[in-house]
């Protein structure tokens, strides 16, 4: 079954606003961590939150964990529309902490 | 400091053919993972190397796909016999330590593989 869901599959935006996703997860995990994927390309890493923290910055990234609510956020500030892309979330499980559990993505638009 | 490599990008093959994807992990990464990505959906992990030693093939389907890490040389994601379904982008990962105990594990831009 699936770790890692995101919400919602799908975000349009205007340039210059924020863009919040986010993720839930069934299982008890080591970390979490953001990537983003331009279409046909790799994944970028853009943030990785140990089970230990509730909240990272980097940059116009904000993301939480809730560990006793299994979720997650990330929040992009200031929109551009080079953030047109999509975003998944990466659980790992405490029992096979290598393999990377991915949900199906929220795909955000952000409109010029 | 070159990002994990793969190669090639973009690979298209019969049905029945053999499709051979490689994969450099990043320098000083000993650790490495394939993913499989189908159209719309997130990445399914598939199988986890080091040097030599094939970790866990859990995600692997059982007939048809290999995997290695020699010594020497890059991982090989291997499918033969190609259907129709095997057509998606293959992502290559590496890692320092055991990813992700807190090491962040980093991908390659992928291999499309079409099967037509």
């Known amino acids: 079954s699936q770790q890692g869901e995101e919400d919602p599959q799908a975000l349009s935006i205007q340039e210059g606003e924020n863009a919040t996703m986010n993720c839930s997860y069934k299982t008890s995990i080591n970390n979490l961590q953001w990537y983003r994927q331009n279409s046909g390309r790799g994944l970028v890493h853009l943030i990785l939150i140990r089970s230990n923290e509730r909240e990272k910055h980097s940059g116009r990234l904000r993301v939480t964990l809730d560990t006793s609510k299994k979720s997650s956020s990330l929040l992009i500030t200031a929109s551009r529309a080079a953030d047109t892309a999509s975003y998944f979330c990466?659980?790992?499980?405490?029992?096979?902490?290598?393999?990377?559990?991915f949900g199906s993505g929220t795909r955000l638009l952000v409109r010029p | 400091n070159a990002g994990v490599m793969q190669n090639p990008r973009h690979l298209v093959r019969r049905r029945g053919q053999e499709a051979r994807l490689r994969c450099s992990p990043m320098k000083g990464h000993s650790h490495v993972y394939w993913y499989r990505q189908l159209p719309e959906e997130g990445l399914k992990f598939m199988v986890y190397l080091q040097k030599e030693n094939i970790i866990d093939e859990s995600g692997m389907p059982k007939e048809r796909f290999s995997a290695e890490f020699p010594k020497e040389g890059p991982s090989i994601l291997r499918i033969q016999q190609v259907v129709r379904g095997d057509s998606a982008a293959y992502f290559c990962?590496?890692?320092?330590?055991?990813?992700?105990?807190?090491?962040?594990?980093?991908f390659g831009e992928g291999s499309w593989l079409t099967v037509v």
């Open positions: 990962a590496s890692s320092t330590g055991q990813g992700a105990r807190g090491n962040t594990i980093y």
């Open positions: 990466a659980t790992d499980r405490m029992d096979s902490s290598y393999k990377l559990i």
